[in-house]
């Protein structure tokens, strides 16, 4: 760890509001969306706006799709917290986890007291076509970019290897869907609402008719969608919660933080089915939180395409490789199993509105964790760990979050 | 202060390491210009690229201009500080400062210690119109964008009402490019290194032939070109230098810190002319370092167009509102001056690659608190206190920073 990176924090720092709009196709603006979402974070902390010091907005593209540059200034302005402090971070689809860590290093730095976090986007705002050219800009700009490899093409490459390796079959890939489809189902702000079967997945007339090869053998069902969407959280010192935040709903504490970068090209890595990101990042988080993956009571994994919630499962520390598609074939990872696993139905059926993906995952944590999930809450009582990856690009960045109810 | 920012950091934090890449029309690809200035900072500090813990990229348009997302993990893979942390800041051309704050805070918070600041922008990858519509993008969405606001064109406006408020003539308003000119041309990495005279801006064959409205009273040469270019900075904590960088060349502290957001549209400010966002961070870097603006040995301001540096001049606190152009006119800001404004050309000649330029401004403060500048060093000897300001969009955000040579 030494040289590295991933020390004990100056100030200890808590999450004290939430708040996420639904996910999907939007007929709000990108402005509107992160508004609302930090509105409810605000109300939900009993903070007034008044005393908001800064504000770090996770945002990908809206420079490029919603023609803003200085999206958090315009934000700021929105919602009336001027004079605060105002920056984007750009991290791909790992915005909001980097944003989130800006926030907290802010805070625990002594600078700044009460920190407004709001990660957003509105994907919608182009074709789909102009979407996929947008989110393939992730690449690499010399050896993937300009021969058209996007996303899915190279998860596809990713999940073929992947399941050759492990020996996972299409049914096993599929488990992931139909939990994370029969998470999102009960989750009133998720982008995919409805349940799945083995049959409609795999071989049904559904299955024909709905479910085509993206890039083999990832289906349709293994994609996330093409979400508009935006989450907040609000943050403070833990020192100074009793004068700030007297009347606090469970506070919770960022115990842990990790983040870490991989060769940018996929076909560059010495093994190019490990996430050595992903690996790298929890291990940081978790010692900084001095615990063990084992302690972990539930997480939200960046399940952009199905099989990288496999593949996580196992760089993180929570199964062997090898054994991860065995756990989801156990049900350990279901709302009522010893690790629940996207219980909000991940990125796969909440969606993926780049920016807001890393924070929302933060806000559904805190859900979990304040026991206030409602018909996706965990089945375990009184968790007390949690813990979220967000994936930048094709895995060449990753930021891991470990949560804790004990301040 | 109190409520919004603008306390103590827990940890002092000192710049070791300077590198920057000259400014103007560059054959270099975007990485390649940044991996150069963050290359030479490293050999500056004497520090090996391995210890780099992470990486704060000061970028505006990689995404619509270049075609690159996550380009601090680009930027990694390149540099080879694989697996440090990396994350783009955002916060238009004060992308730089705010980088900048976002690694300061970082090593602040006692999470990082080795951290590398890298701003840049290949501006000159587009075409000029399509340079000018990306700047766009700056206004306000709603309120300035879709009629076609421009830049220069609210430049031109608010330096209409205020050369008429302050009673600025037209040869006053040429003092700014005739003084940063005459810096810019000693400056080797500068864009624009030809010296003017007060004729050639304002009356004589060369002004007419050259120097035409752009939007008036502005002229071309009261105008930043559009620039490539990058600028980098390593930061470590100060009570690890005798440990880190043994022999590193004059550390120069962070002393202050302050950044503020204003009303984003320019016509909702209850005063058009004032850049409150300027006056505020402003006070806040100095209440924060404990200094007052006439401690001030050496100031870079965002000079993007002349006039915006008599105004800031007036809100920072060096002249009362109404002298700024009397001071300039009176040459106490030339090199040679009581309190040398842009010694290094600013951004009217240094140029205005917009992700690079705040990070470029610390850099020259540091050449000049080093004494190091060389032709374009400033007369008074053993400067102690650098002062720059950093200004997002049309000053609806401000960064500002303190740097001070006694740790």
Same mark, same amino acid.
């Given at each position: 760890?030494? !040289?590295?990176?991933?020390?004990?924090?100056?100030?200890?720092?808590?999450?004290?509001?939430?708040?996420?709009?639904?996910?999907?196709?939007?007929?709000? #603006?990108?402005?509107?969306?992160?508004?609302?979402? #930090?509105?409810?974070?605000?109300?939900?902390?009993?903070?007034?706006?008044?005393?908001?010091?800064?504000?770090?907005v996770a945002n990908m593209g809206s420079v490029r799709n919603n023609r803003m540059a200085g999206l958090a200034s315009a934000l700021a302005d929105r919602l009336g917290v001027l004079p605060a402090?105002?920056?984007?971070?750009?991290?791909?689809?790992?915005?909001?986890?980097?944003?989130?860590?800006?926030? %907290?290093?802010?805070?625990? #730095?002594?600078?700044?007291? =009460? =920190?407004?976090?709001c990660g957003g986007e509105r994907m919608r705002e182009v074709s789909g076509l102009e979407a996929t050219e947008f989110v393939s800009t992730l690449g690499h700009r010399y050896a993937e970019y300009?021969?058209? =490899?996007?996303?899915?093409?190279?998860?596809?490459?990713?999940?073929? @290897?992947?399941?050759?390796? &492990?020996?996972?079959?299409?049914?096993?890939?599929?488990? =992931?869907?139909?939990?994370?489809?029969?998470?999102?189902?009960?989750? &009133?702000?998720?982008?995919?609402?409805?349940?799945?079967?083995?049959?409609?997945?795999? #071989? !049904?007339?559904?299955?024909?008719?709905n479910n085509p090869l993206v890039a083999e053998p990832l289906r349709l069902y293994d994609c996330c969608p093409v979400s508009d969407g935006a989450a907040a959280l609000l943050l403070l010192p833990?020192?100074?919660?009793?004068?700030?935040?007297?009347?606090?709903?469970?506070?919770?504490? %960022?115990?842990?933080? !990790?983040?870490?970068?991989?060769?940018?090209?996929?076909?560059?890595?010495?093994?190019?089915?490990? @996430?050595?990101?992903?690996?790298?990042?929890?291990?940081?988080?978790?010692?900084?939180?001095?615990?063990?993956?084992?302690?972990?009571?539930?997480?939200?994994?960046?399940?952009?395409?199905?099989?990288?919630?496999?593949?996580?499962?196992?760089?993180? !520390?929570?199964?062997?490789?090898?054994?991860?598609?065995?756990?989801?074939?156990?049900?350990?990872?279901?709302?009522?199993?010893?690790?629940?696993?996207?219980?909000?139905?991940?990125?796969?059926? &909440?969606?993926?509105?780049?920016?807001?993906?890393?924070?929302?995952?933060?806000?559904?944590?805190?859900?979990?964790?304040?026991?206030?999930?409602?018909?996706?809450?965990?089945?375990?009582?009184?968790?007390? %760990?949690?813990?979220?990856?967000?994936?930048?690009?094709?895995?060449?960045?990753?930021?891991?979050?470990?949560?804790?109810?004990?301040?």
């Amino acid at each position: 760890m030494s !040289g590295r990176g991933g020390r004990r924090l100056a100030r200890e720092v808590a999450i004290v509001g939430i708040g996420a709009t639904p996910f999907g196709r939007s007929p709000w #603006s990108l402005l509107k969306l992160m508004a609302e979402a #930090s509105h409810e974070a605000l109300v939900d902390a009993g903070i007034e706006r008044e005393r908001v010091e800064a504000l770090y907005v996770a945002n990908m593209g809206s420079v490029r799709n919603n023609r803003m540059a200085g999206l958090a200034s315009a934000l700021a302005d929105r919602l009336g917290v001027l004079p605060a402090a105002a920056d984007t971070v750009e991290n791909g689809p790992a915005s909001g986890g980097s944003a989130l860590k800006a926030g %907290v290093l802010a805070v625990a #730095s002594g600078y700044h007291d =009460v =920190v407004l976090v709001c990660g957003g986007e509105r994907m919608r705002e182009v074709s789909g076509l102009e979407a996929t050219e947008f989110v393939s800009t992730l690449g690499h700009r010399y050896a993937e970019y300009p021969y058209g =490899v996007t996303l899915p093409a190279l998860a596809g490459l990713f999940a073929r @290897l992947f399941c050759a390796e &492990r020996g996972i079959s299409p049914e096993q890939l599929a488990r =992931v869907a139909l939990k994370n489809h029969d998470n999102g189902a009960r989750n &009133r702000r998720a982008h995919l609402r409805r349940a799945l079967t083995l049959e409609g997945i795999l #071989s !049904g007339p559904e299955a024909l008719q709905n479910n085509p090869l993206v890039a083999e053998p990832l289906r349709l069902y293994d994609c996330c969608p093409v979400s508009d969407g935006a989450a907040a959280l609000l943050l403070l010192p833990v020192e100074a919660l009793t004068e700030l935040a007297p009347d606090v709903n469970t506070p919770v504490r %960022v115990a842990g933080l !990790g983040q870490a970068t991989a060769p940018h090209a996929v076909h560059a890595r010495p093994d190019p089915i490990r @996430l050595t990101s992903v690996a790298r990042s929890a291990e940081l988080a978790f010692a900084q939180a001095g615990l063990r993956p084992r302690d972990t009571d539930v997480a939200e994994l960046h399940d952009a395409f199905s099989v990288l919630e496999i593949a996580e499962s196992e760089e993180v !520390g929570f199964f062997e490789p090898g054994d991860g598609h065995l756990a989801l074939e156990r049900d350990e990872t279901t709302r009522d199993g010893a690790l629940p696993i996207n219980p909000s139905g991940g990125l796969k059926a &909440r969606g993926h509105p780049v920016g807001a993906t890393g924070v929302s995952q933060i806000v559904e944590l805190v859900r979990q964790l304040r026991e206030e999930a409602g018909p996706y809450q965990i089945a375990k009582s009184a968790p007390q %760990v949690g813990f979220a990856v967000n994936l930048g690009g094709f895995a060449n960045n990753a930021v891991a979050t470990v949560l804790s109810r004990s301040l």
